[in-house]
């Protein structure tokens, strides 16, 4: 069982507001990832980091932040949110070997209002 | 670049009947393949996977091989249970790329399969 945690599972909140989404694991993944999964289902990776003090943008552009100051903790940042961030949150991590299977967490659904 | 097609749903069937969901891919390298399951509210699960050609992933009945010649991974289960209601995505890891793993995987857009009683 993969221990991967994320906090709120569920957030709603007014257009401007500044909102942090929590990621933790606990299996000391050197990969971490955060993907926006939209209505319609499709995953896209949003952010990712290879360790500490790393972090890359995905294939989708956001106005979102991510930092990774301790192995464990991945947390992304919204600035200033807009009803066009709605969306569900997930992250993920990995370990270092080959396969590249990723352990996801339960997701934060997010509602801007 | 990397991409990962599948069967569009949504797919109902009746219980105990037999499931297919279509999986093709285009890659560079050697990739690793997966089917991961997503439960209403929740996120996602591995259910199975294949680290090279001709491998055969399985799991809770789920099967499904990693065919090189056809670029295929179709999903299958004999007989399906309503509990199998859910969204399956399969996916491919980038493979090793001069030596260098970068780990990102590539989705497929989903599947619903409902299952009735």
């Known amino acids: 069982e993969a221990d991967i945690y994320q906090t709120p599972r569920y957030l709603v909140i007014g257009t401007g507001k500044k909102i942090t989404l929590e990621c933790s694991q606990t299996?000391?993944?050197?990969?971490m990832y955060w993907y926006q999964q939209d209505p319609g289902m499709e995953l896209h990776l949003i952010h990712y980091s290879y360790g500490v003090n790393s972090t890359e943008k995905g294939d989708l552009s956001s106005e979102s932040t991510v930092s990774r100051i301790r192995t464990e903790h991945f947390p992304l940042t919204l600035e200033s949110a807009r009803p066009s961030h709605t969306s569900q949150y997930l992250c993920?991590?990995?370990?270092?070997?080959?396969?590249?299977?990723?352990?996801f967490g339960p997701g934060t659904r997010l509602t801007v209002t | 670049g990397d991409s990962v097609t599948q069967m569009e749903g949504p797919v109902t069937l009746s219980e105990e009947a037999f499931l297919t969901i279509n999986c093709t891919y285009t890659a560079t390298g050697y990739p690793s393949l997966f089917w991961y399951v997503q439960y209403p509210g929740e996120g996602l699960q591995l259910l199975l996977k294949a680290t090279k050609a001709d491998d055969k992933g399985s799991n809770k009945g789920f099967e499904a091989t990693y065919r090189k010649e056809t670029t295929s991974f179709h999903l299958e289960k004999g007989s399906v249970q309503v509990s199998d209601s859910a969204v399956y995505f399969c996916?491919?890891?980038?493979?090793?790329?001069?030596?260098?793993?970068?780990?990102?995987?590539?989705f497929g857009q989903g599947t619903i399969l409902t299952v009735h009683p």
């Open positions: 993920a991590s990995s370990v270092r070997d080959r396969t590249h299977e990723q352990y």
């Open positions: 996916a491919l890891s980038e493979g090793n790329a001069g030596g260098t793993s970068y780990g990102k995987l590539t």
């Open positions: 299996m000391g993944h050197d990969k």
